[in-house]
């Protein structure tokens, strides 16, 4: 079940060149099953879709990127940042504190 209103994120790079992120957090449901991260990676003019489960990992929503490796290593550590800020988000609406949300300003 995809959430079709679902808020989506705009971040771009600034330690890789050429670089911007759009996610979305998916499949918003009772359980977290379901849950899921999905972004949009621009890479030097090329684009390409991560797409990262929500686990609950001690007891928090934690986002991780499926286990076989992506073409595109470099940008994954900062996508995964960008996934978690954007859980971070859904978990505490109310809180506009998170830092990665903010720095696309």
């Keep these: 079940m995809t959430n079709e209103k679902a808020l989506t994120f705009n971040k771009t790079s600034k330690t890789i060149a050429n670089t911007r992120y759009e996610g979305a957090y998916l499949n918003l449901d009772s359980s977290f099953d379901q849950h899921q991260v999905k972004v949009m990676v621009t890479h030097n003019n090329q684009k390409f879709e991560m797409l990262m489960s929500v686990i609950l990992q001690h007891g ?8 076989e490796p992506y073409q595109y290593s ?3 550590e900062e996508v995964l940042k960008f996934a978690q800020s954007i859980v971070g988000f859904h978990q ?14």
């Design 60 to 67: 928090t929503p934690t986002a991780t990127l499926a286990s």
């Design 74 to 76: 470099e940008v994954q």
């Design 92 to 105: 505490d609406k109310d809180s506009y504190t998170l830092s990665l949300l903010n720095e696309h300003a």
